[in-house]
């Protein structure tokens, strides 16, 4: 059934690839293991417009997909998770970046596990973050980004955060894609994760100190 899944996504078969991701859901597999498996399809899809053999529109096409599974694994990852705020998380992608399908996943992650999340959306330029956290007060400041010019902005927008003086007030972790411990430490950023699960356990670590 996974193969399936994979499978339509590759082939841009949005139906059937919505079919058997609700199959997966009402046998009742695990929601995090139906995203996971979503996202090898969009990573071969990535692979195959990075060889030239698809282009924007199909990119376009499987990020579409991936948003609209995750809308339907959202509700059935919602039950169970506690719902006491336990603290504050700013979430955004970078300036010059739009991908967002990972930082969504992030920002439900973090909600789903008691965090207030505010996202401030896309191709945020590092002054919106700086307002952000001087408004919302967040312990902890999510940066995403996918493409290379994104370390770029992402080391600018933890220098404007340490010019406004408030370096010491947020622990800074980035993702996406592309990101690694490299560019956390270009960036000037407390940590990288690989994933949202693991920004979840840092920011539990950060906040919580569980
Ligand atoms: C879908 C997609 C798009 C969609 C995005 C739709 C959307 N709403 O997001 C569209 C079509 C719009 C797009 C556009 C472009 N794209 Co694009 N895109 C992709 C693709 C295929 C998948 C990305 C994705 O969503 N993955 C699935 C998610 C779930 O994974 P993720 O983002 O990594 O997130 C996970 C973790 O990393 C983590 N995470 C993410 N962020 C954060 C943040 C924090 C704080 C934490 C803790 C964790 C975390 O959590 C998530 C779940 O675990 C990738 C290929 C790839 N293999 O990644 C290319 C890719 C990123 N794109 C690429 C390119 C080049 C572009 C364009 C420049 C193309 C163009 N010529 O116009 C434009 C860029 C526009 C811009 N200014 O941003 C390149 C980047 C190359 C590079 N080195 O810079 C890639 C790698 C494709 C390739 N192989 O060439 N793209």
Redesign the pocket.
């Given at each position: 059934m996974y193969e399936k899944l994979v499978e339509a996504i590759v082939k841009m078969d949005e139906d059937e690839a919505m079919r058997a991701a609700k199959e997966l859901l009402d046998k009742g597999d695990d929601p995090l293991k139906i995203l996971e498996q979503c996202?090898k399809a969009?990573?071969i899809?990535?692979?195959q417009?990075?060889k030239g053999e698809c282009f924007?529109p199909e990119?376009?096409m499987?990020?579409h997909m991936?948003?609209e599974i995750s809308n339907l694994v959202k509700p059935v990852m919602s039950k169970g998770f506690e719902v006491k705020r336990i603290g504050k998380v700013l979430?955004g992608t970078v300036e010059?970046?739009?991908?967002?399908?990972?930082?969504n996943?992030?920002t439900f992650l973090l909600d789903a596990n008691g965090f207030e999340v505010m996202d401030i959306g896309i191709?945020v330029p590092p002054q919106k973050f700086v307002e952000a956290i001087k408004s919302f007060g967040p312990q902890v400041v999510?940066?995403?980004g996918?493409?290379?010019?994104a370390y770029d902005s992402m080391k600018k927008t933890v220098d404007a955060v340490n010019e406004a003086g408030l370096r010491d007030k947020v622990k800074i972790?980035?993702?996406?894609?592309?990101?690694s411990d490299k560019v956390k430490e270009y960036a000037g950023a407390d940590a990288y994760?690989?994933?949202?699960?693991?920004?979840v356990v840092?920011a539990k670590q950060w906040i919580g100190g569980k």
């Open positions: 996202r969009v990573e899809v990535g692979a417009f990075e924007l990119l376009m499987a990020g991936l948003g979430m010059g970046d739009v991908h967002d399908i990972g930082k996943i992030v191709d999510g940066l995403s996918l493409l290379t010019i972790m980035i993702g996406g894609g592309q990101m994760a690989k994933d949202a699960m693991a920004g840092l």
